[in-house]
């Protein structure tokens, strides 16, 4: 019989498979070879995903921003224009919280994005 030399290394990266597809459903979660290509597609998936968030949440922010300006009689490209002008500071994602939450202080704001 041959002598074994490698079992240590090729466990440990069939534990670290597994331990990966923890909660997989069926075979998915116990067999090494469906583990393995589904881990591999999680993986993929989980890096593209991590860029796509990024942009949905721009496209949110950008979405409530535009819906606070609409209600003040002004567009969203004009509003960041004037903002731009005026020296304002302010991310896109802080601009949503005032817009959702402090309607007073989107109003000013509003209101110096147009004397620009």
């Not at 003040?72 to 731009?84: D, M, N, P, R």
Request: glycine share 6%; with cysteine.
């Amino acid at each position: 019989m041959p002598r074994a030399r490698r079992i240590p290394a090729s466990l440990a990266r069939r534990k670290k498979v597994l331990k990966r597809a923890k909660g997989f459903v069926g075979g998915r979660g116990r067999l090494y070879r469906t583990a393995r290509v589904t881990v591999m597609r999680a993986m993929a998936f989980a890096t593209r995903d991590r860029k796509r968030r990024k942009r949905m949440f721009r496209r949110l922010w950008i979405t409530r921003i535009n819906a606070a300006c609409r209600k003040h009689g002004v567009s969203y490209s004009k509003f960041i224009a004037g903002l731009q002008k005026a020296h304002v500071a302010l991310n896109r994602k802080s601009l949503a919280e005032i817009a959702v939450h402090d309607e007073k202080a989107f109003q000013d704001l509003v209101h110096l994005a147009m004397k620009k």
